[in-house]
């Protein structure tokens, strides 16, 4: 489980040490830098499958993702007595993404190419990884690390190797380096990196895959499109809690049940419904209930990750909905770590209500994104590796 993450210089996200526990939910107006949080994990996420780089990419590159704000923002700036001024910067460019767990941690550093060596001068590079064994970075603790094209890894004799000395500055250690032998650690690490799941606005419009029939396999995972939602639910209820599906659709829609009708192998939900005479295909469904079948089926999978986040799931969503939302993410929360990103109050409460929860509520101050009552003091301990 991991209890720290952190990013410096993306987007608003100027010095952000988060605490992790179980269940966390981050909340926050529009403009708080929720969705920067939420993108900074996807990119964490995409270290492992060696495709951060490409996403920064996809951005407009670091000019276009680093924090646009001062270097420094001093005490006569924050208390309004001075206006705010661009300083000269007397550091590298440098965006830095990390996170923690008990046993292992990680962290990146990515910034610009030197001037007149490529063509792609937007794209940034990877400078700087390590990974520590505990929940923060010292030297006594590094098993592995990465500064340019240099890779190393520790043995348990505390002598050090290079694993190699020609890694590209687009690559990460975690995805080039596999030697079961000699950096067992990092797989460990990379493979646990690429068991964590997201979901982002699942579509519920009228051409949403979920609302055709398709072909139906064993699902254990639905789907980032949706398109499997009948075969998810047909996998809960063969080997996955069929009666948390069953109390998650009544709960929802009292007296309502859901089954898959299967023709020559094509899979279809039918959703039968008090008073109705015939029950209602996938494309018929309001788009607030579809969705609240695709949230069921992402959340009940017999497939638990060890990390699940969430973005805005309350889209769509009817308030009378949000109690049964929220009972759904706390089942969850008994199998995988869950990180919650939403800016709705009424699930907030909700969530509240149904479990243990650790609320975080981001604001703003002068561009910068805080969690709000977080002192110095109060924040995680946190080191980057320096380059």
């Given at each position: 489980m991991l209890s720290t993450v952190?990013?410096?210089?993306?987007?608003?996200?100027?010095?952000?040490?988060?605490?992790?526990?179980?269940?966390?939910?981050i909340t926050g107006p529009n403009g708080s830098g929720k969705s920067n949080l939420y993108r900074s994990l996807r990119l964490l996420a995409d270290s492992a499958r060696n495709g951060a780089v490409a996403a920064l990419a996809r951005e407009g590159g670091l000019s276009s993702t680093m924090w646009a704000g001062p270097a420094v923002v001093g005490k006569a700036v924050r208390q309004g007595r001075q206006p705010v001024q661009g300083t000269v910067r007397t550091q590298s460019v440098s965006l830095k993404l990390g996170f923690a767990a008990a046993d292992f941690g990680y962290a990146m550093d990515l910034g610009l190419p030197v001037a007149g060596r490529t063509a792609f001068g937007l794209d940034p590079e990877i400078k700087v990884e390590a990974v520590w064994v505990g929940p923060v970075w010292r030297k006594a603790t590094v098993i592995a690390d990465r500064g340019g094209p240099i890779a190393r890894v520790c043995d348990g004799d505390g002598n050090w190797h290079i694993m190699t000395d020609a890694l590209r500055p687009f690559d990460s250690m975690l995805s080039e380096l596999a030697d079961p032998i000699r950096a067992p650690e990092l797989i460990q690490l990379r493979e646990r990196i690429r068991g964590w799941r997201f979901y982002d606005h699942l579509r519920t419009d009228t051409d949403a895959p979920a609302r055709q029939s398709r072909i139906g396999t064993r699902t254990t995972v639905l789907g980032h499109d949706g398109a499997d939602l009948a075969a998810a639910l047909q996998t809960i209820r063969e080997i996955g809690d069929a009666a948390a599906l069953d109390e998650a659709i009544d709960s929802a829609f009292p007296g309502t049940r859901v089954d898959v009708e299967?023709?020559?192998?094509?899979?279809?939900?039918?959703l039968h419904q008090p008073g109705m005479l015939r029950p209602l295909a996938a494309a018929e469904l309001s788009d607030g209930t579809l969705r609240y079948l695709l949230w069921t089926a992402a959340l009940l999978t017999p497939r638990p990750p060890q990390l699940l986040v969430l973005n805005e799931p309350e889209t769509s969503l009817h308030p009378d909905l949000l109690p049964a939302l929220?009972?759904?993410?706390?089942?969850?929360?008994?199998?995988?770590q869950l990180i919650v990103v939403t800016h709705s109050e009424a699930l907030v409460?909700?969530?509240?209500?149904?479990?243990?929860?650790?609320?975080?509520?981001l604001t703003k101050e002068l561009g910068e994104t805080r969690i709000e009552g977080q002192g110095v003091l109060d924040q995680p301990p946190w080191h980057w590796p320096p380059r």
């Open positions: 952190a990013v410096e210089n993306y987007r608003s996200l100027r010095q952000l040490v988060l605490p992790l526990r179980r269940l966390n939910v299967n023709t020559n192998g094509r899979f279809e939900l039918a929220a009972a759904l993410i706390a089942t969850a929360a008994e199998n995988s409460a909700a969530l509240q209500e149904a479990a243990d929860v650790h609320t975080m509520r």
